[in-house]
């Protein structure tokens, strides 16, 4: 029986600091705190705390999951734990989260129209059942 695919841990070097450090520096760039960040990566705050005190080896998934909250690259955060990479690693094109698309929202307040609305609704209807359907 094998692991279930992304379930495995990733190659890491014996020292986890880099990783670590990379990890919390850029959870407090996003301006996330170790319950948001578990609540948007679908993840556990333990599992996060662990990972950024080099208690535990995130899984491929689970680093692919906080390099997309992040909005970094999960190539760079994955060669920074198997030591190809010292140092900081660099930020991709950020994608919208639920919290920037909330601010964005509450900005332009009474300035949206109904087909404005309308239009976001569609959206976020589309990509849940996008989603869904990965999962399946």
Known sequence: MGM????????????????????KRAREEAGLNQTQTAELAGLSKVMISRYET?????????LK?????YAVSYAEL???????????FVK??????????????QELGSNLKDDDLEVLLAYVLIKS???????S
């Open 4 to 23: 279930k695919k992304g379930t495995e841990h990733i190659k890491m070097e014996r020292d986890l600091t880099p990783l670590s450090r990379a990890l």
């Open 54 to 62: 080099k208690k535990s080896v995130p899984t491929k998934d689970s």
């Open 65 to 69: 999951a906080l390099a997309r909250v």
């Open 78 to 88: 994955e060669a920074i734990a198997q030591g190809r990479q010292e140092g900081d």
């Open 92 to 105: 991709v094109t950020p994608k919208p989260t639920l919290q920037s698309v909330i601010h964005a929202l």
């Open 129 to 135: 059942a996008r989603r869904g359907e990965k999962k």
